[in-house]
Nanobody, 126 residues
Framework: QGRLVESGGGLVQAGASLRLSCAAAGRASAHYYMAWFRQAPGKEREFVAAVSWSPGTTYYADSVKGRFTITKDGAETAVILQMNSLKSEDTAVYYC???????????????????WGQGTQVTVSS
């Protein structure tokens, strides 16, 4: 898998929605996952959401369940993160990540992912 290209992000008010997109060069390999992580100023990077390419299982951090949705973007090796009901605490740099791995637990550890995007800023004003 090649580089990841992210798009989306920006400045919105609390309660608004944003959509992030991430596209990977090449086709998804076996046991392929794509995910989003985020890092707020002064905080460690944290897991947001992930999707397994087959069978398409999705995973979410408790803090975003019911508000964020991760989906595969059609036939491309790409994902969309739809973020609704944004809160000020969602403000962070959001990173797309991808990798092929087997895991017995949820794919929420950043060390599982080998490819990373450059990050896109999401700022939510209260």
């Amino acid at each position: 898998q090649g580089r990841l290209v992210e798009s989306g992000g920006g400045l919105v008010q609390a309660g608004a929605s944003l959509r992030l997109s991430c596209a990977a060069a090449g086709r998804a390999s076996a046991h392929y996952y794509m995910a989003w992580f985020r890092q707020a100023p002064g905080k460690e990077r944290e897991f947001v959401a992930a999707v397994s390419w087959s069978p398409g299982t999705t995973y979410y951090a408790d803090s975003v369940k019911g508000r964020f949705t991760i989906t595969k973007d059609g036939a491309e090796t790409a994902v969309i993160l739809q973020m609704n009901s944004l809160k000020s605490e969602d403000t962070a740099v959001y990173y797309c990540a991808a990798g092929s791995f087997l895991t017995a637990s949820e794919p929420s550890d950043d060390f599982l992912y080998t490819n990373w995007g450059q990050g896109t800023q999401v700022t939510v004003s209260s």
